[in-house]
């Protein structure tokens, strides 16, 4: 009768703990350096735990880590709206930990700001 206990709970925390090392906090972008990066969509992903956006900047490829769908949506935007070839500024901060990741803050579509926290 333990045994199933034991495997249940070992099952239900290898599925919760790889839903935690699949999300990062925020504490890895460098607050004291924001920046805005203007450019076409390259590539977007349109998922939990986040939206994502792929542009490049001069000669560097960026990813952005937006806010997550459901709060996209809340805040007026749907995936058409960020698709590839969409102009867009991003603004943000850059991440201490991977090269070219920004967090976004914000997301200019169409002339319209959108905040995303």
Known sequence: MKRPLFVLSLTGGLLT??????????GSYDAARPISITSAVQQANWQNPHVTVAVRHGNENWEAVLAPPFRMNARGLDPDMIKPGTRVT??????TRVEGEMRAERIVVGGKTFELR
């Open 17 to 26: 703990g790889g839903f935690a090392l699949a999300h990062h906090g925020w």
């Open 90 to 95: 991003l603004e943000g901060y850059p991440s």
